[in-house]
Structure formats: structure tokens, C-alpha cells
């Protein structure tokens, strides 16, 4: 099932202000929408600028859309006590292109392996639910040329089945540049060749 998917969740703005406490430890968990590893270690090089006093920077990351790429990372603590319970919650909010840090200020007190899942799970958790969580679309673009005296058959076609115009050239020999969802490519493909007039091809 999963290839016919053409949508993904993420989050379009950071979000911070997730802090937890226990036994002495603030665990400040920040969210940032991201796209390569180069805005990944960006983010999490600022972080460490502004909390140099911290003594952990611990994260997950998933990338890409149709696919998808992970890593989790402990920096430090306990093996699997931190990147992956934070990484829990992405898959948990079914998310991706998306990076979480979890800062620690070490209080002095040892949580223990359990407590410190419980501390980057609850964090990571919270910043969550501080984002805006948005639906986006897997498109598909395609080029499509045609004669100008063509060009209300097209248009009526680019409205009825509401295609995203990216583009548009138009002299006796019109191109436009087109994008529609993933799962309604092969729909519209055979519309335009159903015209006569317009040939088109995938991008």
C-alpha cells in the first residue's frame, strides 16, 4: 500500500518552548522542519552555540518523502535511551523531513536508563505537540505542448480537473509546465492524449 501513498506530514515552522524536569535534569526539546543533512547539522551546530552548557544534544531525524531516511543519535547517554525514544515520537506524529533535539541540563541526580526514555520521549512529545503539523502533497509535473488555436480546450481541461499551472509559454506553438498529485498522473495523462492536440511527457 504504501507506494500508492502521494501525501506526507510534516511541520513548516520550528517549535520550542518543551521543557522537562526530573530529579534536577531540564530536558528543552526543540522541532525543526528540515530537508538535508546540511540543515540538519546547521540546527543542531546553533543549538550547541546556545546551550554550550549543556552537557547533551541528543536527536532524531527522518528525511525525504516517498523515501525515507533516519537517524537517531544518543551523543553520550546510554545506548538507545535517548535518540530512540525521541525518533518514537516522529513515527508516532507519522512525520518526516523533520529534525528533534533534546537538550540536557544534567541536575546531578542519575535518572537511570528508564528514566532518561521517559525524559527524551516525554520532550520530544511535548515539542510535538507544539507544531503545526501540516498534510502535504507528492506531485507529479509534466510539460504539454500544443497550437494556440488549441488553447481552450486545454485551459477547460486545466480547470476541470484543477491543475497547478506552473508555468506557461504561449505563441503559435504554446508549452506549459503542469503539476498534480502523484496518485492523478496517469489520470490526466490520458485526458490530454484523449485531446489529440497536445502531446505531453513526464518531467
Same mark, same amino acid.
Given at each position: 500500500?504504501?507506494?500508492?501513498? /502521494?501525501?506526507?506530514?510534516?511541520?513548516?515552522?520550528?517549535?520550542?518552548?518543551?521543557?522537562?524536569? /526530573?530529579?534536577?535534569? #531540564?530536558?528543552?526539546?526543540?522541532?525543526?522542519?528540515?530537508?538535508?543533512?546540511?540543515?540538519?547539522?546547521?540546527?543542531?551546530?546553533?543549538?550547541?552555540?546556545?546551550h554550550h552548557k549543556a552537557r547533551h544534544w541528543c536527536y532524531a531525524w527522518r528525511i525525504g518523502e516517498e523515501t525515507k531516511r533516519?537517524? $537517531?543519535?544518543? /551523543?553520550?547517554?546510554?545506548?538507545?535511551?535517548?535518540?530512540?525514544?525521541? =525518533?518514537?515520537?516522529?513515527?508516532?506524529? +507519522?512525520?518526516? @523531513?523533520?529534525?528533534?533535539?533534546?537538550?540536557? =541540563?544534567?541536575?546531578?541526580?542519575?535518572?537511570?536508563?528508564?528514566?532518561?526514555?521517559?525524559? =527524551? #520521549?516525554? $520532550? $520530544?512529545?511535548?515539542?510535538?505537540? @507544539?507544531?503545526?503539523?501540516?498534510? #502535504?502533497?507528492?506531485?507529479?509535473? =509534466?510539460?504539454?505542448q500544443f497550437e494556440y488555436k488549441d488553447m481552450n480546450k486545454v485551459m477547460r481541461l486545466i480547470k476541470e480537473k484543477n491543475i497547478?499551472?506552473?508555468?506557461?509559454?504561449?505563441?503559435?506553438?504554446? +508549452?506549459?509546465?503542469?503539476?498534480?498529485?502523484?496518485?492523478?498522473?496517469?489520470?490526466? #495523462?490520458?485526458?490530454?492524449?484523449?485531446?489529440?492536440?497536445?502531446?505531453?511527457?513526464?518531467?
Open positions: 500500500m504504501e507506494e500508492n501513498l /502521494d501525501s506526507f506530514k510534516t511541520i513548516t515552522f520550528p517549535a520550542n518552548d518543551a521543557i522537562f524536569k /526530573d530529579r534536577g535534569s #531540564k530536558f528543552l526539546a526543540y522541532a525543526f522542519p528540515v530537508s538535508s543533512e546540511e540543515d540538519i547539522q546547521r540546527f543542531i551546530g546553533q543549538l550547541k552555540e546556545e533516519f537517524r $537517531a543519535n544518543d /551523543d553520550g547517554e546510554p545506548n538507545n535511551s535517548a535518540g530512540q525514544p525521541i =525518533y518514537g515520537q516522529i513515527l508516532s506524529f +507519522d512525520l518526516t @523531513n523533520v529534525l528533534i533535539v533534546v537538550v540536557r =541540563y544534567f541536575g546531578g541526580t542519575k535518572l537511570g536508563v528508564g528514566g532518561l526514555i521517559n525524559a =527524551y #520521549k516525554t $520532550a $520530544a512529545n511535548l515539542v510535538l505537540n @507544539n507544531a503545526k503539523i501540516v498534510t #502535504k502533497t507528492i506531485d507529479v509535473s =509534466y510539460n504539454i497547478n499551472l506552473i508555468n506557461q509559454k504561449m505563441e503559435m506553438q504554446c +508549452d506549459f509546465l503542469i503539476s498534480v498529485r502523484k496518485n492523478d498522473g496517469s489520470q490526466l #495523462k490520458n485526458a490530454f492524449e484523449d485531446l489529440r492536440c497536445v502531446k505531453i511527457k513526464k518531467v
